[in-house]
Nanobody, 124 residues
Framework: QVQVVESGGGWVQPGGSLRLSCAASGINFSLYTMGWYRQTPGNQREMVATISAGDNPSNIANYADFVGGRFTVSRDNAKNMVYLQMNSLKFEDTGVYYC??????????????WGQGTQVIVPP
C-alpha cells in the first residue's frame, strides 16, 4: 500500500524559511515522480513543485511561477524522502501543503497517492 506522510510545516515569520519533508513507503521510490501541491485559503489545490524519478543529478525539477526561485525541491532515493525547502516565505504562501507520488507518465491528480498535508502559516 502506497503511503506518503508530510512533516515540517508550522508558523514562520514573513521572509523566513521552512523545510517540508515527505516520507514515502510501499513503492519503488526511485521510479516515482514526486510532487508538492498546496491549497491556500479560498483556492483550489495547485502544483508547487515536482521532481522527476531517477537519481541525482538527472532529476528534473519543475516549479509553479509563483515560486519565483524561492523554493527548492529535492529527493533522497536512499531514504525514500522528498523535500521542499521554502525560503523568503510570504503571507500568500499560507496553506496546507501536500506531498504526492505517481508513476512516471501518470498524472498526480488521477493516479497519485496523497498525504494528509502539513499546515504552513505565514502571518501578514
Amino acid at each position: 500500500q502506497v503511503q506518503v506522510v508530510e512533516s515540517g510545516g508550522g508558523w514562520v515569520q514573513p521572509g523566513g524559511s521552512l523545510r517540508l519533508s515527505c516520507a514515502a513507503s510501499g513503492i519503488n521510490f526511485s521510479l516515482y515522480t514526486m510532487g508538492w501541491y498546496r491549497q491556500t485559503p479560498g483556492n483550489q489545490r495547485e502544483m508547487v513543485a515536482t521532481i522527476s524519478a531517477g537519481d541525482n543529478p538527472s532529476n528534473i525539477a519543475n516549479y509553479a511561477d509563483f515560486v519565483g526561485g524561492r523554493f527548492t525541491v529535492s529527493r533522497d532515493n536512499a531514504k525514500n524522502m522528498v523535500y521542499l525547502q521554502m525560503n523568503s516565505l510570504k503571507f500568500e504562501d499560507t496553506g496546507v501543503y501536500y506531498c504526492t507520488a505517481t508513476k512516471t507518465g501518470y498524472s498526480f491528480e488521477m493516479f497519485g497517492a496523497w498525504g494528509q498535508g502539513t499546515q504552513v502559516i505565514v502571518p501578514p
